[in-house]
Every structure is written in C-alpha cells, then in structure tokens.
C-alpha cells in the first residue's frame, strides 16, 4: 500500500537488477517515482498487472512480501492472501493485527482481518474461531453494517464454550439491538449476559455499568438497582474507568429518583 523502490527491490531477490527494472517501467509510462514512492500512472493498470498474474505465482507473491513489509497490518493482508489452508499460527498474527486496527478505529480494515484470521481459523479451535467471529461482527457493527454483525453474532453457538465468550457474544446481540432502536431487546440480552457471568464479578460489573446507560432513560429505579450491584462488583484497582463511570451514574440517579 506504500510501496518504495527499496521495498520492490528488496521484494525481488532473483532479479539481477530490480533497480532497472523499475526505470524500465517508469520509461515505458507504466509507473511514476516520487521521492523513492512508487505508483502506477493509472489505477487499471495496476488491476491488469494483479490479474494477469497466476493464482499460485500471486500467493507466491504475497508471501514473499509479507516477509519485506514493516507494518503489522499490512503484513497480516499480506500473509491472508498467501494461504489457501488453515494455519492457527498465521490467523493469531492476523487476529492481532485487527485487533490493532480497532485501536486505530480502521473498523473497515478490522472486520477485513478478523474475517480473514476466520478463514484460516482450524474447525477443530472452536473458542478461538468464536473470538474471531465477535471480533468481526463487533468491527462491522462500528461500521454501520448493523445486518452482517446480527447475522455473525446470531449464527454462531457458544454452547459448552467458557462464559466469558457466552456473554460477549450477548452483550454483542444487546449492542446490535441497540443501533436498531430496540431498547427492550437489547436489555433482555444484557441482562442475560449478567446471569451467564455470574460469579466473574469484574464481567458482571461491565456488563452492569452498559445496563445502567441502557435503562436508565426508561426506568431510573432499575438502573439505579444495576448500578448500586455493580459498584459492589467492580474493582476498582483494575478498573477505575467502570468504577467512576458508575459513581458518576449513582449521582445521577439519584438526582433523577429525587
């Protein structure tokens, strides 16, 4: 995506003299160099250049240059692209690079690296090709695309996997139902997360606090009732954005109950 003259030739260790290869290219119209960036004179002709080549020879390709480029992300897009097969090994670089990309707020790129860390995701690691897939729907929904990340998080079963992941998957549905205007439903499937992490006070706490923001517009006293369970949950050592976040709700709360 930022290619240089030192990268392509870097990229090409069989070519006796990649440096003339590209003033090759430049002479012939086909690509342009500016302060040692590379792009060619016309997007088409970059897509013709991409097509014309064989799939196995373009995997090639895209393995060699997940070996040359620095940045993380780009190197996950990189190695997605050269492997057909599942690879666990590969689908946790790739899952670490969108959960990068989701701290840089590129949800598109995210959702297209989850998906990806999907693809090569073995059948047999169920918890983490579930992780995965939340991963996904959760980068969809901050995208807008509130139908795919219904339809990620509704298709996948979280039975018999840790509670952990039963509730973030609910806690997902709530924030779906969320952004399409159901308050109710997206209650019911908090509070259902709650029963599933019942015993994880830290989960219980977070889920509380979002419970909190949810009810509050609709039924004060209920909300109150999450907040006062959920500061008695919180620790507020290892989370201190939750604990104020609920004391601040508390005030409030209180304010609105008179």
Sequence with gaps: SRP????????????????AAIAEAEDAGVIVTEHERIRFTHPLLASAVYASVSEARRRALHRRLAEVVSDAEERARHLSQSLTEADESVAIQIEGAARQAVLRGAFDASAELFGAACRLSPASNRESLVRRRMGQASALLRTGDV?????LAEGTETDELPSALQAERLQLLA?????????PLATSYLERALEVADGDPPLSARI????????????P??????????????DGERDP?????????LCLLDLLLG
């Design 147 to 151: 139908a795919d990340a219904r339809r």
């Design 221 to 234: 006293a209920r909300a109150l009732r999450h907040a006062e369970r959920a500061v008695g949950q919180v």
């Design 175 to 183: 924030e779906v139902e969320w952004d399409d205007g159901s308050i």
């Design 4 to 19: 240089t003259a030192g990268a392509v030739v870097t990229a090409l260790p069989d070519e006796p003299d990649g440096g």
């Design 208 to 219: 509380s606090a979002r419970l909190v923001l949810i009810t509050v517009p609709g039924d």
């Design 241 to 249: 954005l939750v604990l104020s976040s609920l004391l601040i709700d």
